[in-house]
């Protein structure tokens, strides 16, 4: 996994949102968000998954908490951006979910979460402070504890 203080790999994926033409893919780049919010990069195996949609939910859920600490969450999986536009549809999501699907798991691989055994990206967090810089990281077997995510935020102040 990518070491603590290294800076972080600029990407830009196509994500959820919606481009002029009304189709999910409108690109999103880490780097828009420099001397504006940390960024908490939520990569997942897969859209639709029990344990992926229920840690969305809690992200959904403490959102007022997250946007308090002055994050923005990008959910970051090997789907496709139609396939996440309609995931948030149906989970209520209002964050971002970015595809790294082509090539599939290149931005994962960037950060050292993508599983090429298995073909898809490792459940894991990486906070990305406002200068760019990664501040925490940790890979979760099961569902992510966002008390830690918001404690570790709270350190960024």
């Known amino acids: 996994m990518i070491s603590i203080g290294t800076e972080a790999p600029?990407?830009?994926?196509p994500s959820s949102e919606l481009t002029a033409e009304g189709r999910p893919g409108k690109p999103l780049r880490l780097s828009?968000?420099?001397?504006?919010?940390?960024?908490v990069l939520a990569f997942y195996p897969l859209d639709f998954s029990p344990t992926c949609s229920?840690?969305?939910g809690c992200f959904k859920d403490d959102s007022v908490k997250l946007e308090a600490a002055d994050a923005q969450?990008?959910?970051?999986?090997?789907?496709?951006?139609w396939a996440h536009q309609a995931f948030a549809k149906q989970m209520g999501i209002g964050y971002p979910l970015l595809a790294d699907f082509h090539p599939k798991g290149a931005v994962a691989e960037k950060f050292g979460v993508y599983n090429?055994?298995?073909?898809?990206?490792?459940?894991?967090?990486?906070?990305?402070?406002k200068a760019g810089?990664?501040?925490?990281?940790?890979?979760?077997?099961?569902?992510?504890?966002?008390?830690?995510?918001?404690?570790?935020?709270a350190k960024l102040g």
């Open 10 to 13: 600029d990407f830009e994926l």
């Open 32 to 39: 828009d968000f420099r001397g504006k919010k940390h960024v």
């Open 54 to 56: 229920t840690e969305h």
């Open 73 to 81: 969450v990008l959910g970051i999986s090997v789907d496709s951006a």
């Open 116 to 129: 090429a055994a298995r073909g898809f990206t490792k459940r894991a967090t990486i906070i990305v402070d």
């Open 133 to 153: 810089n990664v501040r925490f990281t940790q890979e979760h077997e099961g569902q992510r504890d966002d008390e830690v995510i918001l404690a570790e935020l």
